[in-house]
């Protein structure tokens, strides 16, 4: 699959969930390939894009194929977590998107380090002005931070073994290489692949991913002050692809929705979350995971008192 391939998850879903057809602004918190953004655009000449990527490589492509609607489009090199915080007139805005998933392009592009099926440096960067690697964290954090990361962010039931197995390894020897990696985990975790089995080096590099980015780091925080600044009737979508940032995402909604006391600010959309049906698994397998939720601000006078 060529990077302008990548076919965004739930697509059709998603642009249902934020009902596109409204004239104003859409925010995508998360471009990447901008799969979502170009049919926002293509679909509704009304529409105008706010976007945002802490990749550069990505959001330099994703200017690219926005190209022909470039006069509706206002790119943000930042994390989608700053918006709350920018310049940004949200009065006209109708939807906000977040995809916290990786694209195609990410993943197949080897010096990046994010798949352990490739041969590259652990890097696992989004963002290049960062300076913390994955490599980094291998060589510098104490052998209980380590097992901590595999087994919040990886739920890895061998986090300690691993850890304990990489912290003797790297008085000897760097561990720098994503195939270096995946070799320690799989003998760590006797690894022999079955059918239908998810490989263990999966979650230690999804777990070192995380924490590299701080993915889940100010979610909850930036879902509750977004809506509590959009106005009503705006909607927002959100697509998680592990269960971290689901639960994340689920408990800040129910919360927001059904508050203590009082009426909640939001109503939720999405009573269990949307998946990919078989023909969308398919046709990419990276969807299997994906997940779904979506909720609309309530009209003045039907919320908690802020």
């Known amino acids: 699959m060529s990077e302008r391939e990548h076919l965004p998850a739930l697509l059709e879903e998603t642009l249902s969930y934020l009902d596109i057809q409204r004239a104003g602004t859409y925010i995508d918190g998360t471009l990447g390939m901008a799969g979502h953004a170009s049919e926002i655009l293509k679909r509704n000449p009304k529409a105008r894009l706010i976007g945002f990527d802490l990749d550069e490589n990505s959001l330099l492509k994703a200017r690219e194929y926005l190209r022909p609607y470039a006069d509706r489009v206002e790119l943000f090199h930042a994390d989608f977590k700053y918006l709350p915080d920018l310049d940004i007139d949200l009065s006209t805005v109708r939807g906000i998107l977040l995809d916290l998933g990786m694209s195609s392009y990410q993943l197949e592009t080897q010096d990046r380090g994010f798949s352990h099926a490739l041969e590259g440096p652990l890097d696992m960067r989004m963002d290049?002005?960062?300076?913390?690697?994955?490599?980094?964290?291998?060589?510098?954090?104490?052998?209980?931070?380590?097992?901590?990361?595999?087994?919040?962010?990886?739920?890895?039931?061998?986090?300690?073994?691993?850890?304990?197995?990489?912290?003797?390894?790297?008085?000897?020897?760097?561990?720098?290489?994503?195939?270096?990696?995946?070799?320690?985990?799989?003998?760590?975790?006797?690894?022999?692949?079955?059918?239908?089995?998810?490989?263990?080096?999966?979650?230690?590099?999804?777990?070192?991913?995380?924490?590299?980015?701080?993915?889940?780091?100010?979610?909850?925080?930036?879902?509750?002050?977004?809506?509590?600044?959009?106005?009503?009737?705006?909607?927002?979508?959100?697509?998680?692809?592990?269960?971290?940032?689901?639960?994340?995402?689920?408990?800040?909604?129910?919360?927001?929705?059904h508050p203590e006391n009082g009426p909640g600010l939001i109503d939720i959309l999405t009573k269990k979350p949307v998946t990919p049906g078989e023909d969308e698994i398919s046709r990419t397998s990276r969807a299997r995971s994906a997940k779904l939720r979506a909720a609309e601000k309530k009209p003045y006078g039907t919320q908690k008192t802020q």
Not at 138 to 150: C, G, H
Not at 232 to 244: D, E, G, M, N, Q
């Open 128 to 257: 290049f002005r960062n300076k913390l690697t994955a490599a980094k964290i291998l060589d510098k954090y104490s052998e209980p931070k380590l097992a901590r990361v595999f087994r919040t962010y990886g739920e890895l039931k061998q986090a300690n073994q691993l850890a304990r197995r990489i912290a003797t390894l790297r008085r000897t020897q760097k561990i720098e290489s994503t195939t270096q990696l995946r070799m320690i985990v799989e003998e760590v975790c006797h690894w022999i692949p079955q059918k239908g089995k998810i490989h263990p080096a999966s979650k230690v590099f999804q777990a070192l991913r995380i924490e590299v980015n701080q993915e889940l780091e100010g979610l909850s925080e930036f879902l509750e002050r977004t809506i509590r600044l959009i106005l009503p009737k705006t909607r927002i979508a959100v697509i998680s692809f592990h269960s971290l940032e689901d639960r994340i995402v689920k408990h800040t909604l129910a919360r927001l929705a």
